[in-house]
């Protein structure tokens, strides 16, 4: 069964508002106005430009496998 990323979240606590996100998206997934919501039918599956261009790693992908969603792995340590 393969692994598929779902959708995208921004992390309210971790966005510093710089809107990087938004201009850098090929197909304007993102919203330009604050809370810069996210339209997941217009995010291309395989694009990662704006994980990659989040300086403060706010935006992370959430995936699933088969119909079950994927918890993100807690560090241990």
Do not use: N
Request: proline share 10%.
């Amino acid at each position: 069964m393969m692994v598929i990323r779902d959708h995208l979240v921004r992390h309210p606590d971790r966005c510093t508002h710089q809107a990087i996100c938004v201009p850098i998206c090929p197909t304007g997934a993102w919203l330009s106005t604050p809370p810069y919501k996210f339209d997941p039918s217009r995010c291309l599956e395989s694009c990662r430009l704006c994980l990659d261009a989040c300086p403060s790693q706010a935006i992370f992908a959430v995936f699933k496998k088969g119909e079950k969603l994927l918890e993100p792995q807690k560090k241990t340590g």
